[in-house]
Protein backbone atom coordinates (compact mmCIF):
# COMPACT_ATOMS: atom_id res chain seq x y z
CA UNK A 1 0.00 0.00 0.00
CA UNK A 2 1.39 3.39 -1.02
CA UNK A 3 2.08 5.50 1.79
CA UNK A 4 -0.27 8.93 1.70
CA UNK A 5 1.76 11.89 1.30
CA UNK A 6 1.87 14.77 3.94
CA UNK A 7 -0.24 17.86 3.61
CA UNK A 8 1.57 19.39 6.02
CA UNK A 9 4.92 19.81 8.27
CA UNK A 10 4.94 20.38 11.94
CA UNK A 11 7.93 21.47 13.58
CA UNK A 12 8.66 21.27 17.07
CA UNK A 13 11.05 23.54 18.43
CA UNK A 14 12.58 21.69 21.85
CA UNK A 15 15.02 22.32 24.82
CA UNK A 16 15.08 20.15 28.21
CA UNK A 17 11.48 18.92 27.80
CA UNK A 18 12.25 15.64 26.99
CA UNK A 19 8.52 14.00 28.34
CA UNK A 20 6.74 16.55 26.60
CA UNK A 21 8.01 16.69 23.35
CA UNK A 22 7.42 12.78 23.40
CA UNK A 23 3.77 12.97 24.16
CA UNK A 24 3.89 16.25 21.99
CA UNK A 25 5.00 14.11 18.65
CA UNK A 26 2.74 10.93 19.51
CA UNK A 27 -0.32 13.64 19.39
CA UNK A 28 1.16 14.94 16.44
CA UNK A 29 1.18 11.46 14.77
CA UNK A 30 -2.55 11.32 15.29
CA UNK A 31 -3.51 14.03 12.84
CA UNK A 32 -6.38 13.02 10.47
CA UNK A 33 -4.15 14.10 8.11
CA UNK A 34 -0.57 12.84 7.31
CA UNK A 35 2.04 14.75 8.55
CA UNK A 36 5.49 15.13 8.29
CA UNK A 37 6.89 16.05 11.79
CA UNK A 38 10.76 17.71 12.39
CA UNK A 39 12.28 18.18 15.68
CA UNK A 40 14.85 20.82 16.11
CA UNK A 41 16.75 20.06 19.19
CA UNK A 42 18.31 23.46 21.13
CA UNK A 43 21.11 21.37 22.93
CA UNK A 44 19.26 19.45 24.93
CA UNK A 45 21.06 17.83 28.01
CA UNK A 46 18.36 15.54 29.29
CA UNK A 47 18.81 12.68 27.15
CA UNK A 48 15.88 13.99 24.42
CA UNK A 49 18.22 12.67 21.41
CA UNK A 50 18.08 9.14 22.83
CA UNK A 51 14.41 9.13 23.63
CA UNK A 52 13.12 10.55 19.98
CA UNK A 53 15.92 7.76 18.56
CA UNK A 54 14.18 4.86 20.68
CA UNK A 55 10.37 6.12 20.81
CA UNK A 56 9.97 7.55 16.98
CA UNK A 57 12.74 6.61 15.12
CA UNK A 58 11.52 7.25 11.65
CA UNK A 59 11.16 11.76 12.65
CA UNK A 60 13.55 13.64 11.73
CA UNK A 61 15.58 15.10 14.37
CA UNK A 62 17.73 18.23 13.47
CA UNK A 63 20.12 19.42 16.75
CA UNK A 64 22.58 22.28 17.60
CA UNK A 65 25.23 21.41 20.18
CA UNK A 66 25.48 24.88 21.63
CA UNK A 67 21.85 27.03 22.96
CA UNK A 68 20.80 28.93 19.13
CA UNK A 69 17.18 29.70 20.66
CA UNK A 70 13.56 28.97 19.20
CA UNK A 71 14.07 31.59 16.35
CA UNK A 72 17.00 29.60 15.18
CA UNK A 73 15.13 26.54 14.82
CA UNK A 74 12.03 27.35 13.69
CA UNK A 75 13.98 28.53 10.57
CA UNK A 76 15.64 25.60 10.52
CA UNK A 77 12.34 23.89 10.66
CA UNK A 78 11.12 25.60 7.97
CA UNK A 79 13.97 24.90 5.65
CA UNK A 80 14.16 21.26 6.06
CA UNK A 81 10.14 21.06 5.46
CA UNK A 82 8.73 19.41 2.47
CA UNK A 83 5.55 20.85 2.70
CA UNK A 84 4.13 24.46 1.43
CA UNK A 85 2.45 24.55 4.93
CA UNK A 86 4.68 25.08 7.91
CA UNK A 87 3.20 24.83 11.43
CA UNK A 88 6.47 26.07 13.85
CA UNK A 89 5.62 24.71 17.19
CA UNK A 90 6.68 24.77 21.22
CA UNK A 91 7.90 21.50 22.72
CA UNK A 92 4.80 21.96 25.29
CA UNK A 93 2.38 22.84 22.41
CA UNK A 94 0.04 19.40 22.31
CA UNK A 95 -2.40 18.94 19.09
CA UNK A 96 -5.42 17.55 21.62
CA UNK A 97 -7.68 17.36 19.11
CA UNK A 98 -6.67 15.13 15.92
CA UNK A 99 -8.67 17.14 13.70
CA UNK A 100 -6.39 20.70 14.36
CA UNK A 101 -4.06 20.72 11.60
CA UNK A 102 -6.90 19.52 8.78
CA UNK A 103 -8.94 22.47 9.81
CA UNK A 104 -6.32 25.06 9.84
CA UNK A 105 -5.00 24.03 6.31
CA UNK A 106 -8.58 25.36 5.09
CA UNK A 107 -7.67 28.76 5.90
CA UNK A 108 -4.76 28.71 3.70
CA UNK A 109 -7.04 28.24 0.66
CA UNK A 110 -7.38 31.90 0.70
CA UNK A 111 -3.67 33.26 -1.17
CA UNK A 112 -3.18 36.03 0.45
CA UNK A 113 -2.78 34.30 4.00
CA UNK A 114 0.29 33.76 5.06
CA UNK A 115 0.39 32.69 8.40
CA UNK A 116 -2.65 31.41 10.95
CA UNK A 117 -3.00 32.22 14.40
CA UNK A 118 -4.52 29.11 15.90
CA UNK A 119 -6.73 28.94 18.40
CA UNK A 120 -5.20 27.69 22.00
CA UNK A 121 -5.52 27.50 25.56
CA UNK A 122 -2.68 28.20 28.63
CA UNK A 123 -4.47 25.39 29.83
CA UNK A 124 -2.62 25.92 33.88
CA UNK A 125 -3.87 29.51 33.71
CA UNK A 126 -7.34 29.04 32.35
CA UNK A 127 -9.81 27.87 30.13
CA UNK A 128 -9.92 30.83 27.93
CA UNK A 129 -9.24 30.10 24.34
CA UNK A 130 -6.92 32.84 22.70
CA UNK A 131 -6.57 34.09 19.52
CA UNK A 132 -9.84 32.29 18.05
CA UNK A 133 -11.65 34.30 15.39
CA UNK A 134 -15.64 34.46 16.13
CA UNK A 135 -17.57 34.30 13.03
CA UNK A 136 -17.24 34.00 9.50
CA UNK A 137 -15.75 37.69 8.85
CA UNK A 138 -11.63 37.27 8.22
CA UNK A 139 -9.91 38.93 10.96
CA UNK A 140 -5.86 40.45 10.88
CA UNK A 141 -4.25 39.54 14.19
CA UNK A 142 -0.36 40.45 14.43
CA UNK A 143 -0.07 39.57 17.79
CA UNK A 144 -0.35 35.69 16.84
CA UNK A 145 1.68 33.55 19.62
CA UNK A 146 4.23 31.32 18.03
CA UNK A 147 3.32 28.43 20.40
CA UNK A 148 0.56 28.25 17.84
CA UNK A 149 0.41 29.12 14.29
CA UNK A 150 1.12 27.69 10.55
CA UNK A 151 2.66 29.58 7.72
CA UNK A 152 3.18 29.46 4.33
CA UNK A 153 7.16 28.34 4.05
CA UNK A 154 7.81 30.32 0.61
CA UNK A 155 6.62 33.45 2.09
CA UNK A 156 8.04 33.25 5.58
CA UNK A 157 11.41 32.20 4.33
CA UNK A 158 11.55 34.88 1.60
CA UNK A 159 10.34 37.62 4.31
CA UNK A 160 13.36 36.43 5.93
CA UNK A 161 11.67 34.15 8.91
CA UNK A 162 12.10 34.80 12.40
CA UNK A 163 14.66 37.32 13.56
CA UNK A 164 17.51 34.57 14.71
CA UNK A 165 19.25 37.92 17.08
CA UNK A 166 16.16 38.59 18.74
CA UNK A 167 16.56 34.88 20.42
CA UNK A 168 12.76 34.79 21.41
CA UNK A 169 10.19 37.41 22.64
CA UNK A 170 8.46 39.52 20.17
CA UNK A 171 9.95 37.52 17.29
CA UNK A 172 6.35 37.10 16.05
CA UNK A 173 5.51 40.93 15.50
CA UNK A 174 8.72 41.23 13.71
CA UNK A 175 7.66 38.53 11.00
CA UNK A 176 4.19 40.11 11.10
CA UNK A 177 5.08 43.32 9.88
CA UNK A 178 7.57 42.32 7.00
CA UNK A 179 4.67 39.76 5.76
CA UNK A 180 2.44 42.15 5.34
CA UNK A 181 4.76 45.26 3.92
CA UNK A 182 5.00 42.12 1.27
CA UNK A 183 1.52 42.18 0.55
CA UNK A 184 0.61 38.86 2.75
CA UNK A 185 -1.87 38.72 5.18
CA UNK A 186 -1.69 37.38 9.25
CA UNK A 187 -5.21 36.07 10.29
CA UNK A 188 -6.75 34.36 12.93
CA UNK A 189 -8.19 30.92 12.74
CA UNK A 190 -11.07 28.70 13.81
CA UNK A 191 -9.58 25.03 14.59
CA UNK A 192 -9.87 22.94 17.45
CA UNK A 193 -7.37 24.76 19.85
CA UNK A 194 -4.00 23.43 21.19
CA UNK A 195 -2.97 23.01 24.68
CA UNK A 196 0.08 25.32 25.78
CA UNK A 197 1.53 23.73 28.84
CA UNK A 198 3.00 27.09 29.56
CA UNK A 199 3.64 27.57 33.52
CA UNK A 200 1.15 29.36 35.35
CA UNK A 201 1.93 32.79 36.34
CA UNK A 202 5.33 33.04 34.52
CA UNK A 203 7.84 35.06 35.59
CA UNK A 204 11.33 35.30 34.79
CA UNK A 205 14.54 37.71 34.30
CA UNK A 206 15.03 36.46 30.68
CA UNK A 207 11.90 36.44 29.03
CA UNK A 208 11.57 40.28 30.45
CA UNK A 209 15.36 41.21 29.24
CA UNK A 210 14.46 39.75 26.10
CA UNK A 211 10.79 41.78 25.91
CA UNK A 212 11.97 44.80 26.94
CA UNK A 213 15.32 44.38 24.67
CA UNK A 214 12.93 43.32 21.30
CA UNK A 215 10.59 46.04 21.63
CA UNK A 216 13.41 48.37 21.07
CA UNK A 217 15.07 46.20 18.11
CA UNK A 218 11.77 45.94 16.41
CA UNK A 219 11.35 49.35 16.55
CA UNK A 220 14.61 50.39 15.41
CA UNK A 221 14.17 48.12 12.45
CA UNK A 222 10.58 48.70 10.71
CA UNK A 223 9.39 52.26 12.06
CA UNK A 224 9.51 55.05 9.20
CA UNK A 225 11.94 57.85 9.77
CA UNK A 226 9.28 60.40 10.84
CA UNK A 227 7.92 58.05 13.45
CA UNK A 228 11.33 56.31 14.90
CA UNK A 229 12.32 58.87 17.69
CA UNK A 230 9.18 58.99 19.33
CA UNK A 231 8.54 55.28 18.96
CA UNK A 232 11.98 54.52 20.78
CA UNK A 233 10.85 57.02 23.54
CA UNK A 234 7.59 55.73 24.13
CA UNK A 235 9.24 51.90 24.37
CA UNK A 236 12.23 53.26 26.82
CA UNK A 237 9.30 55.00 28.76
CA UNK A 238 6.82 51.48 28.61
CA UNK A 239 10.20 49.19 29.51
CA UNK A 240 10.82 51.43 32.06
CA UNK A 241 7.51 51.64 33.99
CA UNK A 242 6.80 47.68 32.92
CA UNK A 243 10.04 47.19 34.98
CA UNK A 244 8.90 48.83 38.08
CA UNK A 245 4.96 47.45 38.08
CA UNK A 246 6.25 44.11 38.00
CA UNK A 247 9.14 44.36 39.99
CA UNK A 248 11.82 43.88 37.27
CA UNK A 249 13.41 47.01 36.91
CA UNK A 250 16.88 45.16 36.30
CA UNK A 251 15.56 43.71 33.45
CA UNK A 252 13.67 46.87 32.13
CA UNK A 253 16.77 49.10 32.18
CA UNK A 254 19.65 46.18 31.02
CA UNK A 255 17.13 44.92 28.23
CA UNK A 256 16.51 48.50 27.01
CA UNK A 257 20.33 48.99 27.28
CA UNK A 258 21.02 46.31 25.25
CA UNK A 259 17.95 46.93 22.25
CA UNK A 260 19.73 50.00 21.76
CA UNK A 261 23.23 48.78 21.35
CA UNK A 262 21.44 46.18 19.34
CA UNK A 263 20.04 48.38 17.02
CA UNK A 264 22.68 50.37 16.48
CA UNK A 265 24.86 47.47 15.91
CA UNK A 266 22.82 45.49 13.40
CA UNK A 267 21.78 49.17 11.70
CA UNK A 268 22.71 48.09 8.01
CA UNK A 269 19.48 45.47 8.66
CA UNK A 270 17.11 48.38 8.99
CA UNK A 271 14.35 47.85 6.95
CA UNK A 272 11.58 50.98 7.43
CA UNK A 273 8.38 49.46 6.07
CA UNK A 274 5.59 52.34 4.39
CA UNK A 275 3.77 54.66 6.84
CA UNK A 276 0.65 53.12 6.11
CA UNK A 277 1.83 49.50 6.92
CA UNK A 278 3.34 50.98 10.18
CA UNK A 279 -0.15 52.65 10.93
CA UNK A 280 -2.22 49.81 10.28
CA UNK A 281 0.60 47.46 12.10
CA UNK A 282 0.18 49.74 15.57
CA UNK A 283 -3.46 49.83 15.23
CA UNK A 284 -4.09 46.39 14.58
CA UNK A 285 -1.73 45.28 17.66
CA UNK A 286 -3.37 47.59 19.90
CA UNK A 287 -7.05 46.71 18.88
CA UNK A 288 -5.39 43.24 19.29
CA UNK A 289 -7.38 41.76 15.51
CA UNK A 290 -8.86 43.73 13.15
CA UNK A 291 -11.89 42.77 10.57
CA UNK A 292 -9.97 42.49 7.27
CA UNK A 293 -11.53 45.15 5.46
CA UNK A 294 -11.34 47.24 8.31
CA UNK A 295 -7.54 46.51 8.11
CA UNK A 296 -6.95 46.95 3.96
CA UNK A 297 -9.08 50.26 4.31
CA UNK A 298 -5.63 51.39 6.53
CA UNK A 299 -3.22 49.98 3.92
CA UNK A 300 -4.73 51.44 1.09
CA UNK A 301 -3.48 50.84 -2.49
Given amino acids: MTAQLPQATIVFTAHNRREMVLDAVALARRQSVPVEIIVCDDASGDGLAEAMAAAHPDIRFLRSETPRGPCYHRNRGLEAASCPIVFPLDDDSMLVSPRTIAQALEEFADPRVALVAMPFRNIHSSDAILQRREGEQRQVSVNFAACAHGVRKDAALQAGGFPEDYFYMGEEGDLAIRLISADWR ?56 FGLRNDCLKAGILGSVSGLVAAWHTRALRAPVSARCFTAFIACKKAECMPLDEFEALLGD
Avoid: C
Fill in 186 to 241: VVLGRSDPIDHLQPAFRRAYKPDFHGRRNTLLFYARHAPARALPLRLAGALFNNLR
